[in-house]
């Protein structure tokens, strides 16, 4: 059985470190069952980690997936009025 990676972090620092930062039992409980601490959380943790000399995984964070970017890009509008309200020419004529 795998190890979550929010578990080996809990077990690996000192005890106590996590409530040094401000988790409560019930966060730890949390990110212990579901694996992953909440994004928010890893620059603290991140830093203690270091300080501790603890493997950090990003896994072990619920940050939000990103799509491709390419997959994500829309073109641009198309614009069938090529008028520029902010030409001299155009304000003329309004």
């Not at 980690?49 to 940050?63: H, I, S, Y």
């Amino acid at each position: 059985m795998t190890i979550k990676p929010a578990a080996q972090i809990i077990d690996n620092l000192p005890a106590g470190e996590l409530e040094r930062l401000g988790m409560t039992d019930r966060l730890i409980r949390h990110a212990r069952s579901t694996g992953r601490f909440a994004a928010a959380w890893y620059l603290a943790i991140s830093q203690a980690c270091a300080a501790a000399r603890v493997d950090c995984p990003l896994g072990a964070f619920n940050f939000k997936e990103v799509e491709d970017a390419n997959k994500q890009a829309d073109p641009a509008p198309s614009s069938t009025n090529t008028e520029n309200p902010h030409d001299p020419a155009f304000l003329k004529r309004a």
